[in-house]
């Protein structure tokens, strides 16, 4: 398991202002997966970005060491100097690149701890990954299991029970700065779960008249029909200031969407009532120094983590409890690595082989019209003869010491060879026939 | 200690120091409040300052009657007044818009006016017949209570300033969770500022009537005149400024702490520094 790694920088390691440099868009994730596969000392490896962290998990070759590779591919890829973000940079290996992998598509490292959309961005990551086929049997058994694992935590702990709070959190502020909510109006831009959580919450507190506007204004027609507002279109943001209280943004915009140009022409229009900004892209869509000015605030994802930290304590004790279960299933997945990796696939091998078989003597049985029950034993038996020698030589071959180090590659070539992955390739969210068999092996 | 109260009646000193430990007790209420956010701790301060009401209303009653004059003669007897001013106002308004941290401003300012009061020597003695008039009386009672509006406005924009400095530098600190919304505060300053602002032009328009009476003229140019006509002047630009521009939040609190200082400067500074007709009352 030694060749697991993990490198990668999140909220806690580094401030916003950093992570926004490293992040990746959808596009430009998988084409960077692309490029990294095709690095020497990296055999298997996914990328993942969101607004609170980048990471890059990798089965790295034997003896060779990809670290400084990766830096300097993240330097290069996203044109910020290695200097900006190594120190924020944290590399875990083996057992704990695992552990780390668990309690990531857990939420358990979320700056909300509990909160839901990670495991989706992880899942849109690996169904990127297996497009661009840069992961391989490891990975994939890895994040299969990360899943399963984030569902098992979800339903047994109650982590994501508290609901999630950097919604929360906006709203807290905002009875801070404008007392009640009711009344106040709402501007949406860009969507998103975070984002359109907090408007809900909004609406629940009596906020009024949503007003959403989107890149696409399909879209935001969309949106506002489901709050009951009024989709505006994207180059009427800088108006909608003028009457709007609070605005959430969360769109994918490299640059900022809202300018202190914009707020300054519009305060004396509001009559200086106060605007509240809150900020949820990664890139951040507003530009920091509105928050100078004069009675308005503005809150990037950052910020509201503080808030975050003072109701999170009984999600902590849940957090225990989850731990625990990451414990466990970092265990199995060491098992599995460390001694079922060729177990599974000789029983993959074997069930194809027999669901062949059976079916070849049901077809050619039935066209004799041959219906003597007593033989159908000696059938069966000579069925297992027949597949142990077959398979004698491919079981001594995959179960040899000497060849540890690259067996992923033959294990990844039988399973080619023989289609065994055929139905789990495309999108991976589900476990079907091939990995419910490992996981009779494994649970 | 160098009072030296009614020679005849009622126990003046006495009271005040009731008046005194009472309001010692409120800030110590309001205080212990800040800190453990019991509901109760609130109470017992607003409770303990309307008790130190009482006793200062006595007070003055005290020395109305002790002298048969409006107390007004001089510095001692202006503070008390003064003092009791901005406690009627604070209650008044907490009756209102519940701001209950606002105590904790508003309870050791009466201590300290209380403790300045109890410092300054009452001279009794000089009385000119002109403190007889109504309209003195009107006069004082009118400014005063508005001095005391004026002074919670800038309260409330201290209060307004500390919560927007915590929002703004997103430290979400001690005060954070205690003080109330800007929205409140901002809505306290501006109802206190209409308040002061309305009582002010009352009394500016009685003290006018009185000097015409006293003096025959309505505007003498006098010192002291002529700084709450500035007084005037300033609070009439916020409230403008606020009505047609919307000055509010950290505009408007700064606006009602500086117009504060102008009026303590007027009410003080005039005096000691330049003197002029009112120096009578308040040396």
Known sequence: MQNIYLVGLNHKTAPVAVRECLAFTGPEAIHAMARLRQLTAIQEVILFSTCNRVEILYIGREGEDALDALKAFLSEYKKVPGKLFEESLYHYSGIEAVRHVFRVAASLDSMVVGEPQILGQIKTAYRQATQEKSTGVVLNRLLHRAFWLAKRIRTETGIGGHAVSISYAAIELGRKIFGALDGKKVLLVGAGEMAELAVEHLIRNKASDIRVANRTFERAVELAGRYRGRAIRFEEIPDALAEVDIIISSTGARQYVILPGHVKAVMRTRKNRPLFFIDIAVPRDIDPVINRMTNAYVYDIDDLKEVVTENIEDREREAVKADRLVDEAVIQFRKWHESLEVVPTIKALRSQLSDIVDIELERTLKGLGYREAADREAFSRMKTALINRILHYPTLFLKREDIHGDMNIYLDAVRRMFQLDENREPDGEQEPSASSLERGVNL | ?283
């Open chain 2, 1 to 283: 200690m160098m009072v030296q109260t009614g020679s005849k009646g009622l126990p003046m000193q006495e009271i005040n120091l009731i008046t005194l430990f009472f309001y010692l007790l409120s800030s110590a209420g309001y205080l212990s409040y800040l800190f453990f956010q019991h509901e109760r701790l609130q109470q017992l301060g607003y409770g303990l300052m309307a008790a130190g009401f009482l006793a200062h209303s006595a007070s003055l009653v005290g020395g109305y009657l002790n002298t048969g004059f409006f107390p007004g003669h001089d510095l001692h007897q202006t503070l008390l007044f003064a003092g009791w001013a901005l406690v009627a106002v604070f209650l008044l308004f907490q009756y209102w818009l519940p701001v209950k941290v606002l105590g904790l401003y508003a309870a050791p300012m009466a201590t300290v006016i209380m403790v300045v009061t109890l410092r300054t020597p009452d001279a009794t003695g000089a009385t000119a017949p002109f403190f007889k008039s109504f309209w003195l009386f009107f006069h004082v009672l009118t400014m005063f209570l508005g001095n005391g509006a004026f002074a919670l406005a800038c309260g409330a924009g201290f209060l307004y300033l500390l919560q927007e400095h915590g929002i703004k530098a997103k430290r979400r600190g001690f005060f954070f969770k205690r003080l109330p919304s800007l929205d409140l505060l901002d809505n306290m300053g501006y109802r206190c500022l209409v308040m002061g602002f309305t009582l002010l032009t009352i009394g500016l328009v009685s003290g006018m009537l009185y000097a015409k009476v006293i003096w025959g003229k309505f505007w003498s140019w006098n010192v002291k005149e002529v700084w709450s006509g500035i007084m005037w002047l300033f609070y009439a630009a916020i409230l403008h400024e606020r009505l047609t521009v919307g000055w509010r939040g950290r505009k408007a609190a700064i606006m009602s702490i500086i117009g504060f200082m102008v009026l303590l400067f007027t009410f003080f500074g005039v005096n000691f520094l330049l003197g002029g007709h009112h120096g009578e009352f308040t040396k």
